[in-house]
């Protein structure tokens, strides 16, 4: 009875295997297969259907089985704008870069030289995050300008760098505000003008170098007595520079009474420093 038992447990499952075996989808007999070139037919139909998850399956099988063979450039084209398809940006962009570097004669490599610069624009993140890949994209764009400069493609890729240095701009000019905001003064100071040097063509630049009066008198401000002179005088050397760069400023009265409460803090300072000389010398006189 027990060996019967066996015989039907060996029975079912052998059963089991070939009714599993003979379900197999025919995508999967092909993945499984030899059959490069019916592989590589199937990879490029899944492809132009824009079935792009089961073209890429097929596809990295046979950058393998293809390299060093005269069909490996026109594969590889495809691999890499099969990732770019899915929106896998770092892996599209790497395979577009390589087939660049790789193909660098044939026509379609100045097409994927940008695009390798146009993945790590898209990869690009918002403002406030880092922004190594918002130089990076910049660094390649302008690699592609250098490299092909009569291309019809330069004007986008100007666009783009344009863009990403806007952005670059916006997370400069909010980490000096945010020093401000928190009342690192000094700091803010130093990040106003920095800015302001490093994208001397800002759209903040106006509203920054008002910034840097304030900034500059708050630190006067919150400086110790014997510093505080020197400080207001540079917050009212800030209003001149402001003033004789934007006339006709919308932040023009609120930049006087900075340079008014400069001068007044100047005054209180002697007046205070003067006290406090006289009673150093009424207490050394006591001596």
Known sequence: ???????????????????????????????????????????????????????????????????????????????????????????????FKTFADTYPSSPKAEECRFLAAYCFYLDSPNFSLDQDNTYKAIESLQLFINLYPKSERVAEASELISDLRGKLEQKSYENAKLFLDIGDYQAAVIAFRNSAKDFPDTKYAEEMEFLTIQSQYLYAKNSLEIRQEDRYNEAIDEYERFVERHPKSIYLKQAEALKEASLKGIEVTKEILASYSGYKKEQKDEQ
């Open 1 to 95: 009875m027990f060996k019967n038992k066996s015989l039907t447990v060996l029975s079912l499952f052998i059963l089991f295997t070939i009714v599993f075996t003979g379900c197999k989808s025919r995508f999967e007999k092909l993945r499984e297969s030899t059959d490069v070139a019916k592989k590589y037919q199937e990879a490029i139909r899944l492809y132009n259907k824009k079935d792009y998850s089961k073209a890429l399956v097929l596809f990295d099988d046979l950058v393998q089985r293809y390299r060093g063979r005269s069909e490996s450039e026109d594969l590889y084209y495809y691999y890499a704008y099969t990732n770019y398809q899915l929106k896998d940006f770092l892996s599209a962009r790497y395979h």
